[in-house]
């Protein structure tokens, strides 16, 4: 089994009308067996920006603190919050300086830049980003998740049915997927408030 | 004889920053701190509710370009934050070092640094410029401000020397004893953060050189918990510093010119 399979994870970001919404499994597994099913697999950087890390749990923990660590500087520094598009860039340098002894990672990057615009992105573990308009998704139930956005995904959405439509394919997604579900965990984020919505899926 | 010739060759190198005078003084240190006697004040007082620091700006030009960013008071962390008296630029490297410290601390323990432990670190930093590498030491004093979950509110002071003790109140940089005499006579233990607020200004209006008292020389902080039991530093607009000035009587109108 490969060590990005080793927890089991399933993380999808879309893009709405000045909206954005990122989404996860809640399974933290140890191969088969399932150790843990309200993992949070998504944090936040600052209230308009939120990163998901799939992959290995330890690595993306011990990423997401370094993460928290330059941010915090960044802030004390610059006397404001980190722009998603800088943060990409600096999650993706971080990322490289492992190149050849990587964080078994792969982040999911959402937030809103400025003029509230939605930005998302996904990168390799190697930091190679991946810029994309309507949604990126990591993990292990990524090829799922792929057909199912790709099918369910509206330009434009209203932040409700954005929470639908993520919701819908990120459970068909997971079900299909051994390692990764046991719930979800939605975040939809639009300029003036950050909704937080746990799912019911199949528990199993 | 060839005793007194040595004691005469070695008062030749006693100004090094590493070397002690034959009096058991280093004079380096001694002369970083006559360097922050020159600079404008900065008074902290500790409160049940809250830490107050109020620092005097010293250069108020009208050619200076305004920014949104504080001149004497710097955040450290989110629940700890300092003024400064002193060499600016030295602060400047000290603050970047003591931010970077938190944030180390925090990276390893996953919480926040207890503040004493961030003075003492930085202390520490402070003390190996007064012992090797033949550096001279930073001319910076430094009034830290702070709560955390084992001790609460706390006020440290910190000199060149890399001294530091805590404070129910303090005063540093220009006329720092003469504040620091007054603040002894009108602090009271059970304090509020409001009345610390108000003891800081009056005593800061009555230290400072300038003729008048206006907001644009001055700078408030608090720290503070919030209702949702979150540490908050807030530094004072403008508009409510000129209030506050108004509030407690302390504003002198500034002195007419022809």
Redesign the interface.
């Known amino acids: 089994m490969s060590i990005f399979e080793y927890n089991g994870s399933a993380l999808v970001a879309m893009v709405g009308k000045n909206c954005f919404a990122i989404a996860s499994d809640r399974r933290l597994g140890v191969q088969l067996q399932t150790i843990a099913t309200d993992f949070q697999r998504i944090s936040k950087i600052h209230d308009r920006l939120f990163l998901g890390l799939s992959g290995l749990a330890t690595d993306a923990q011990t990423l997401y603190q370094r993460l928290v660590f330059r941010h915090k500087l960044y802030q004390l520094r610059e006397e404001r919050d980190m722009k998603p598009e800088t943060f990409a860039n600096l999650v993706s340098a971080i990322l490289y300086e492992k190149r050849f002894g990587p964080y078994f990672c792969q982040p999911v990057i959402a937030g809103l830049g400025d003029e509230d615009k939605p930005f998302i992105c996904t990168m390799d573990s190697i930091g190679a980003k991946e810029l994309a308009k309507d949604f990126v998704v990591a993990g292990t139930a990524s090829e799922s998740l792929y057909g199912a956005c790709e099918s369910m995904f509206k330009q434009d959405m209203e932040p409700e049915d954005l929470f639908e439509t993520v919701s819908q394919a990120l459970l068909s997604s997971v079900d299909r997927d051994c390692l990764s579900g046991w719930g979800g965990h939605v975040y939809v984020v639009t300029p003036t408030e950050v909704k937080e919505r746990i799912l019911k899926g199949r528990m199993d | 004889n060839c005793g007194s010739a040595l004691t005469k060759m070695s008062r030749r190198y006693d100004s090094r920053t590493t070397i002690f005078s034959p009096e058991g003084r280093l004079y380096q240190v001694e002369y970083a701190m006559e360097a922050i006697g020159n600079a404008g004040s900065a008074i902290g007082i500790l409160s049940k509710d809250g830490v107050v620091l109020v620092g005097e700006k010293k250069v108020t030009s009208k050619l200076l370009q305004t920014s949104?960013?504080t001149e004497k008071m710097y955040?450290?962390?989110d629940h700890v934050a300092c003024a400064v008296a002193g060499i600016m630029s030295d602060a400047n490297i000290l603050i970047?070092t003591a931010?970077?410290q938190a944030?180390?601390y925090?990276?390893a323990y996953?919480e926040p640094m207890p503040v004493e432990q961030l003075v003492q670190s930085l202390c520490d930093t402070k003390q190996g410029y007064t012992q090797f590498g033949g550096l001279r030491p930073f001319g910076v004093s430094f009034l830290f401000a702070g709560w955390d979950k084992n001790y609460g509110f706390q006020l440290y002071m910190s000199d060149p020397s890399g001294n530091y003790s805590g404070w129910k109140a303090a005063a540093i940089g220009a006329n720092n004893q003469a504040a620091q005499s007054m603040l002894k006579q009108d602090y009271k233990d059970e304090i509020t953060r409001e009345e610390a607020v108000q003891l800081a200004l009056k005593v800061l209006s009555k230290t400072m050189d300038s003729t008048s008292l206006t907001s644009e020389k001055l700078e408030l902080a608090e720290v503070f918990l919030t209702p949702s039991g979150n540490v908050k530093y807030q530094v004072c607009s403008s508009d409510s510093l000129s209030k506050l000035l108004l509030k407690f009587g302390v504003t002198q109108p500034a002195a007419e010119t022809s």
Do not use: A, C, E, G
Request: hydrophobic share 15%; net charge positive; aromatic share 8%.
């Open positions: 949104t960013s955040k450290i962390d970047n931010r970077v944030q180390r925090t990276y996953q």
